[in-house]
Nanobody
Framework: QVQLVESGGGSVQAGGSLRLSCAAY????????MGWFRQAPGKEREEVAA???????RYADSVKGRFTVSKDNAKNTLYLQMNSLKLEDTAIYYC?????????????????WGQGTQVTVSS
């Protein structure tokens, strides 16, 4: 059974940093695209970053240059390093597994999701 468990969320002042982790269980981790998504209150869920099985990454324009997605296949863990955090980064952050090694642009192609971790950025 696929299980994704996020951690590392919390409260931070604007300009600060956080690192999120997503531990994966129940499947061959290295074979799949992994993504980070977020949902702010009153807004739709959006993709933040993704990394495919070959390590290629992509980012939302809003986080480029500030966030870095990475993975450790030996530890079955996905990371999101978030620097220079802004108020608008406040959201629940989710990790998700794709349907294959490539990263679809459609959220429906991410069938497995974690429970989410709250990130709150204050002034």
């Amino acid at each position: 059974q696929v299980q994704l468990v996020e951690s590392g969320g919390g409260s931070v002042q604007a300009g600060g940093s956080l690192r999120l982790s997503c531990a994966a269980y129940g499947y061959t981790y290295s074979w799949y695209c992994m993504g980070w998504f977020r949902q702010a209150p009153g807004k739709e869920r959006e993709e933040v970053a993704a990394i495919d099985s070959g390590g290629r990454t992509r980012y939302a324009d809003s986080v480029k240059g500030r966030f870095t997605v990475s993975k450790d296949n030996a530890k079955n863990t996905l990371y999101l390093q978030m620097n220079s955090l802004k108020l608008e980064d406040t959201a629940i952050y989710y990790c998700a597994r794709g349907i294959g090694g490539w990263c679809s642009t459609l959220q429906r192609d991410f069938p497995a999701w974690g429970q989410g971790t709250q990130v709150t950025v204050s002034s």
